[in-house]
């Protein structure tokens, strides 16, 4: 008898955290029992290469702009073809998979929140609420991403509690962890990156588009290294997107472009953490922040905006959220971490400490495997 299948239905498999989430439960082992299939709405780019599994399988419908109606008798078909144990749709974008996937005769269907869309960083656009509803009664289980999340689903979509499960995402703290020693770290800057030991490097990874608010980074930047005693900071962005050009535009006008590095989107992430000093996540909205993980586990302190699943994730003794916009209090927490040597290191092994034992990718691929069993035992 053949595993069953989940079929993980998204917007576009690319580079971003969601995405990436995806790839850590179907690499993970707990997840072995059950065969996948990853559709995604758009397209699917090299990163799918990240899934180790060979017998993983990979479709791209290339969806025009505007509701998906075209893509129904696409969507039946394929269903049709794979024969999918469970749906398993993320965000908005993805939702309309779950009418043809019933219609396909898919008999468990789960849907993810992963975070919140660019039109609407509160949860109070009306017209994605009614999106939500509408597509209630073709969905049978709700996963959110924080406790944020789930209140959304529960207060405004009206969805029962019961019918909701709150798993956070988890990371590779094996995969991200702090350099084995100073030197290790000099090494590794002197091999990756512009910089040397004598640089205070605060980071931040994320593409580059609106809702991540690199500009609002670079902007705090430019006013912190004004101030006394910040002659060895430097900035890291890595990853790419819209925003670049704004970003680089803004710093040349600043003077500042030759103490920031552009690194574009890079496939040595853990080892690009492992030269920071802090970390910066600048976002407008987030769900639970796979790259505040990634932070953690590598032994940084972490500076975020105050949105969404931050709140969740750090605590006074991992780091600082700022409120959003406040560009003036981002660039004062800029320059106390750049200045503080001692804060750095403590709250660096109180975030590894607190992604050991809070956020292990073991304990999120467990619970996704129970989920996905018990789908299986109900249909």
């Keep these: 008898m053949s595993k069953p299948l989940i079929a993980h239905v998204l917007y576009r498999f690319d580079v971003g955290g969601l995405e990436n989430g995806v790839v850590n439960l179907i690499n993970h082992p707990a997840l072995s029992e059950f065969r996948h299939a990853v559709i995604a709405l758009t397209d ?23 509701h998906g109606f075209k893509l129904m008798g696409t969507f039946i078909r394929l269903f049709r073809q794979l024969k999918p ?16 996937a019933l219609l396909a005769g898919v008999p468990y269907r789960v849907h993810g929140e992963h975070g919140r869309d660019m ?28 406790r944020d999340l789930a209140q959304y689903l529960h207060t405004r979509v009206g969805i029962s509690a019961r019918r909701i499960d709150q798993i956070y995402n988890g990371v590779d703290t094996h995969r991200y962890q702090p350099p084995a020693s100073a030197a290790a770290r000099a090494q590794l800057r002197a091999e990756l990156t512009p910089f040397d ?46 925003q670049r ?52 586990a590598s032994g940084l302190p972490v500076i975020a905006t105050e949105v969404g699943g931050n709140t969740e994730l750090l605590t006074a003794d991992s780091g600082s959220l700022v409120p959003l916009r ?45 989920l996905y069993r018990q789908g299986i035992k109900k249909s």
Excluded at 90 to 96: F, T
């Design 85 to 100: 144990a469970i749906l398993h749709t993320r965000n908005l974008a993805a939702l309309e998979a779950s009418i043809p």
């Design 197 to 242: 030991e004598t640089h205070i490097v605060l980071g931040a990874v994320g593409r580059m588009e609106t809702v991540k608010n690199h500009l609002y980074l670079a902007q705090a930047f430019a006013q912190a290294v004004r101030l006394p005693g910040m002659e060895h900071a430097r900035l890291m962005l890595v990853g790419d997107g819209a």
């Design 326 to 370: 406040h560009t003036l209090q981002l660039a004062q927490t800029l320059y106390r971490y750049a200045s503080d040597a001692a804060l750095r290191t403590h709250q660096g092994q109180a975030a590894r400490a607190h992604a050991l034992a809070q956020f292990s990718l073991d304990a999120m691929a467990e619970s996704y495997a129970a």
């Design 245 to 296: 050009t704004t970003v680089k535009q803004f710093l040349h006008a600043a003077g500042l472009l030759d103490r920031v590095w552009f690194a574009g989107n890079r496939d040595d992430i853990p080892a690009l953490m492992r030269c920071m000093d802090v970390f910066v996540l600048p976002s407008l909205a987030e769900g639970i922040s796979n790259t505040i993980l990634e932070a953690m």
């Design 119 to 146: 039109h609407d960083l509160d949860g109070s656009v009306k017209k994605y609420q009614w999106v939500r509803r509408l597509h209630r009664p073709f969905v049978h289980r709700y996963v959110a991403l924080s």
């Design 44 to 66: 699917i780019t090299p990163f799918h290469q990240r899934i180790t599994n060979p017998e993983v399988s990979f479709h791209a419908l290339h969806k025009a702009p505007g």
